[in-house]
């Protein structure tokens, strides 16, 4: 991973009131670079095809200009360029994705977040090993296929929007859907809602929902409508449909939004508290937006299913905030709150506690 004290170095020859703010073009670039805007930074889109021309549909959100490439292994190979232009790499899913979680550690430029929930984070096991440890309730995962005897839903490792994720009822309905040679991870399948709650977590802020260090903030929540998985309901049973070479998908499609009943509220600021918690602990704390993927069971009781360490796609449908941003503030988006974030620690001379 790339030396925190190399980012140090790096942010001391940067022209620090002319800072860029890049990502991909991609996944939640439309409200990052939304957002940068309206914080007041200059934008940089990085995009592998030459015809970006749906940005020009959405004036507010299109970057100040475009880095073309033939392709987002070609990134590592134009630090040179980027810090040349005071770049600040905001990540998201397809950026890490793309580029891949373990060159993405490595880029030689100052980002937004702690680059070592990577680690965790693109790690099944890992990621079990932290939510646990946080007193985090989870799905039973079964580590053996063939000890499957109810209802799983199995998984593959990274952040692919669901793509191959299927579930199996015992051991021959897994050999069906398994692909081996991908890690994958098993865990009970719960019946329940699934309610997709975004965090935000700031280690400069010492005003409302305060941790040990730092605040928690929430700032929307979604659920996700996942290709034919969604519409299964309507074709009949798995099983039959199996017979016939049809397999459900739980690739993301979109993203709808939800707001939670109220009293439910206290124990998510419980979860998101005790994840940030046991971050700061383990590896120095996530920083900046997350997700906590859940289902709330009948007995009105959540269980985390997985946890994404930056900005999610579920955060798109409040680029003018949610109506939970909205009570701490009007216009609040996921993608706005890093760049406010961001201009906060420089002003505050503090980009070393939110960048790395």
Request: a negative charge; charged letters at 25%.
């Amino acid at each position: 991973m790339f030396p925190k004290d190399a980012v140090v170095k790096l942010l001391g020859e940067y022209d620090l009131g002319n800072m860029t703010m890049a990502t991909v073009c991609s996944h939640s670039s439309l409200q990052i670079f939304h957002g940068a805007r309206m914080e007041g930074f200059k934008t940089l889109g990085i995009a592998v095809r030459e015809r970006m021309r749906y940005y020009d549909a959405f004036p507010l959100a299109r970057p100040d200009e475009f880095l073309m490439v033939g392709s987002y292994g070609e990134i590592p190979d134009l630090v040179d360029e980027l810090l040349a232009r005071n770049v600040v790499l905001i990540p998201h899913g397809s950026f890490v994705e793309y580029l891949g979680a373990e060159n993405f550690a490595n880029l030689g430029l100052p980002t937004f977040g702690n680059r070592a929930v990577l680690e965790w984070e693109s790690d099944r096991d890992r990621q079990r090993e932290w939510l646990e440890a946080a007193g985090i309730s989870m799905p039973t995962k079964i580590d053996d296929p063939k000890d499957i005897d109810r209802p799983v839903l199995v998984k593959y490792h990274g952040a692919k929007g669901g793509r191959g994720f299927f579930i199996a009822k015992d051991y021959a309905d897994f050999k069906l859907g398994i692909d081996w040679t991908k890690k994958y991870t098993i865990q009970e399948y719960i019946l329940g809602t699934r309610y997709y709650i975004h965090y935000f977590y700031s280690p400069i802020k010492d005003s409302g929902y305060t941790l040990s260090r730092g605040s928690l903030e929430v700032l929307s929540m979604d659920r996700r409508d996942e290709s034919n998985i969604d519409e299964m309901y309507k074709l009949g049973s798995q099983e039959e449909l199996k017979k016939h070479g049809i397999f459900p998908s739980f690739v993301v499609t979109g993203n709808v939004p939800v707001v939670l009943r109220e009293s439910l509220l206290p124990k998510v600021f419980d979860m998101g508290e005790k994840v940030v918690e046991k971050s700061l602990e383990l590896f120095g704390g996530m920083i900046g937006p997350f997700c906590l993927e859940t289902i709330v069971t009948d007995q009105l009781e959540f269980k985390v299913f997985e946890i994404s360490g930056r900005i999610v796609a579920g955060t798109n449908p409040f680029i003018g905030g949610s109506p939970y941003s909205e009570f701490i503030e009007p216009g609040m988006s996921t993608g706005r709150r890093i760049a406010r974030e961001i201009k906060n620690a420089r002003d505050l001379g503090l980009l070393d506690m939110v960048l790395s």
